[in-house]
């Protein structure tokens, strides 16, 4: 099946700054990927998600570039607040609109 | 985007009962849904996709006899934990594809599961 690794498993940043998230995938045949926020004891909420037609989506402060020859892709937030404090999760598809996710992030945003 | 409620949120039972989760698309019909299983700290685990009107395909691991699911209509899936245990605790969460790209999944608000 599908594998997906995610690093790094905890980040913190200062108010402001960047924050990165970078994650790997098995299935070439992948081609959607998505990136959820998940606060304690909350659903997953989907933030920003790219294609395999495109390199890279933007929303506001949110980005996410992909990499299809190496199979990775990436999250980025930018201008960083303290409500991007939250757990991320990176996913991949594959076969029938199944979803395999990555392991987690645990962002902190220190004021 | 589109609406998917869960109920109950929250439920605690004892030991070798059974609990029912339902899972439901609001405003939209679903063939099909996804059912996770998130362990506390750990990401979100695939166990089911529920198929309306046909049988459930499971993931290796996932017992089907302990974990039932039932897709009887286009807006609602129910996962039956039968004969619960301790280890069974979790937070279950469903999901169902958007509309628009059925590649896009929307979450549940999730069910606390708490086997005494």
């Known amino acids: 099946g599908e594998n997906v690794e995610q690093h790094p498993s905890t980040l913190s940043v200062q108010e402001g700054d960047s924050a990165v998230i970078k994650c790997t995938y098995s299935?070439?045949?992948?081609?959607?990927f998505p990136w959820y926020k998940q606060e304690l004891g909350k659903r997953p909420q989907l933030i920003i998600d790219?294609?395999?037609?495109?390199g890279e989506k933007k929303d506001q402060r949110i980005a996410v570039t992909l990499n299809k020859t190496a199979k990775h892709f990436s999250l980025h937030i930018t201008e960083t607040q303290p409500e991007d404090s939250a757990v991320y999760f990176c996913?991949?598809?594959?076969?029938?609109?199944?979803?395999?996710f990555g392991t987690g992030t645990r962002l902190t945003i220190i004021p | 985007g589109a609406v998917v409620s869960q109920h109950p949120s929250r439920v605690i039972c004892k030991s070798g009962t059974s609990v029912k989760i339902e899972c439901r698309s609001l405003?939209?019909?679903?063939?099909?849904m996804f059912w996770y299983r998130q362990f506390p700290k750990q990401s979100l685990m695939l166990m089911a996709t529920?198929?309306?009107?046909?049988?459930?395909?499971?993931e290796q691991g996932v017992e089907k006899d302990k974990f039932l699911i039932n897709h009887a209509s286009l807006t609602l899936s129910t996962l039956t934990v039968t004969s619960a245990h301790p280890e069974d605790s979790s937070f279950y969460i469903c999901?169902?594809?958007?509309?628009?790209?059925?590649?896009?999944?929307?979450f549940g608000p999730g069910t606390r599961l708490t086997v005494l």
């Open positions: 999901s169902a594809p958007g509309r628009v790209h059925t590649d896009t999944q929307y």
């Open positions: 299935d070439s045949a992948s081609n959607y």
């Open positions: 790219i294609r395999s037609n495109v």
């Open positions: 996913a991949a598809n594959f076969g029938n609109e199944k979803l395999t």
């Open positions: 405003d939209f019909q679903a063939t099909t």
């Open positions: 529920s198929n309306e009107g046909s049988k459930a395909t499971y």
